[in-house]
């Protein structure tokens, strides 16, 4: 069966107590741009609104950040990640990293 993870950016689980906590855990994605969507961003730009793809891009690069993140934690046998964070940060001119990180705990 399959472990359900809590995760939070708060310090700790509303109703619950933390017993230990286990460190640190992270997961993090490095996305590329596709040029089409490039060519497309430089077009909306000059008459501006949401660039759709970029959105959904830096969603599905948030959500396998979080993924790898929760495995870390589930292999440390951990409950919960408390403090979730996400940072950022360019590789290249056309790559960025997505990084989640937070708190590894075990509850009572």
Known sequence: MKKRM????TQTVPGREIDEILGIVTGN??????MGK??????????GGEIVGYTQMLTEARQIAIS?????????DADAIVNL???TSSIMSNASE???YGTAVRLK
């Open 85 to 87: 964070r996400f940072t």
């Open 29 to 34: 994605v490095v996305q590329t741009k596709h």
């Open 6 to 9: 809590i995760y939070t950016n």
């Open 98 to 100: 997505i990084l989640a």
């Open 68 to 76: 790898r993140m929760v495995t870390a934690a589930i292999e440390m």
């Open 38 to 47: 490039d060519i497309m961003a430089v077009f909306k730009s000059m008459v």
